[in-house]
């Protein structure tokens, strides 16, 4: 009887340590699946209230354009964005010229953009410079860090003009290190189309950019 006492002893001992066991295994793998996981949605910084911060931070209607994303939709210029790119937003060319462009923003737009006495219902600005008209506004986008489109009335920080929404450019910031980055394209009637930019190295703390 004692020894088959000891015997039952031991291997209830076993079972309970073989569940342990298994218990801390599954914990270890839940622990690992955890690790390797992806941490989340990757941050946007956006500068839609004049002041760099985190888009899911904005309390604004904002599209950011990134500079992958331009070239995957084919976007050179505004020219080239189509209906239904972006939410809201329409651009066309206004009398067939590929320079003035017509931004309409949730139906809020000009009628003859080219006016020189009437401001812009949605202004395009580049690096926070404004461009007063709608002559230039099909400029091409040599090295864009993204787009940002700022669905409905913005008058607090950008102008009592901007009624309909604002497009901002944010230019890439150079590396401060020697780099070349090079594109061509070629299209139908002889379309031709070339990029070239040039980082150079940092001197005296101060970069710069050729484009």
Same mark, same amino acid.
């Given at each position: 009887?004692?020894?088959?006492?000891?015997?039952?002893?031991?291997?209830?001992?076993?079972?309970?340590?073989?569940?342990?066991?298994?218990?801390? +295994?599954? !914990?270890d793998e839940?622990?690992?699946g955890?690790s390797a996981?992806?941490a989340?949605?990757?941050? @946007? #910084?956006?500068?839609a209230?004049?002041?760099e911060?985190?888009l899911?931070?904005?309390?604004?209607? &904002?599209?950011? &354009?990134?500079?992958?994303?331009?070239?995957t939709? $084919?976007?050179?210029?505004?020219?080239?964005?189509?209906?239904?790119m972006? /939410?809201g937003?329409? %651009?066309?060319?206004?009398?067939?010229?590929?320079?003035?462009? !017509?931004?309409? #923003?949730r139906? @809020? !737009?000009?009628s003859? /953009?080219?006016?020189?006495? +009437? *401001?812009?219902? +949605?202004?395009?600005?580049?690096?926070? @410079?404004?461009l007063?008209?709608?002559?230039? !506004? $099909?400029l091409? =986008?040599?090295? /864009? *860090?993204?787009v940002?489109?700022l669905?409905?009335p913005?008058?607090?920080?950008? $102008?009592?003009?901007?009624?309909?929404?604002?497009?901002?450019?944010?230019?890439?910031?150079?590396?401060?290190?020697?780099? %070349?980055?090079?594109?061509?394209?070629?299209?139908?009637?002889?379309?031709?189309?070339?990029r070239l930019?040039?980082?150079?190295?940092? +001197?005296?703390?101060?970069?710069?950019? =050729?484009s």
């Amino acid at each position: 009887m004692i020894q088959s006492t000891a015997r039952g002893s031991l291997t209830l001992a076993a079972v309970i340590a073989s569940v342990l066991g298994s218990a801390q +295994v599954r !914990a270890d793998e839940d622990q690992a699946g955890k690790s390797a996981a992806p941490a989340g949605i990757e941050e @946007v #910084i956006v500068t839609a209230q004049r002041k760099e911060e985190s888009l899911q931070d904005v309390a604004l209607s &904002v599209s950011a &354009v990134s500079a992958d994303s331009l070239v995957t939709r $084919g976007i050179n210029n505004l020219s080239d964005v189509r209906p239904g790119m972006i /939410p809201g937003v329409i %651009v066309t060319q206004f009398s067939g010229g590929q320079s003035v462009l !017509a931004i309409n #923003i949730r139906g @809020v !737009a000009m009628s003859d /953009p080219t006016q020189g006495t +009437v *401001e812009m219902t +949605v202004p395009v600005y580049i690096d926070g @410079v404004f461009l007063g008209r709608g002559q230039g !506004a $099909g400029l091409d =986008l040599i090295e /864009p *860090e993204r787009v940002e489109i700022l669905r409905g009335p913005q008058g607090q920080l950008f $102008g009592r003009n901007a009624e309909g929404g604002v497009v901002q450019f944010v230019s890439r910031k150079p590396s401060g290190e020697w780099g %070349v980055r090079a594109s061509a394209s070629l299209g139908n009637y002889n379309e031709q189309y070339y990029r070239l930019s040039v980082d150079l190295p940092e +001197v005296g703390g101060f970069s710069s950019q =050729l484009s």
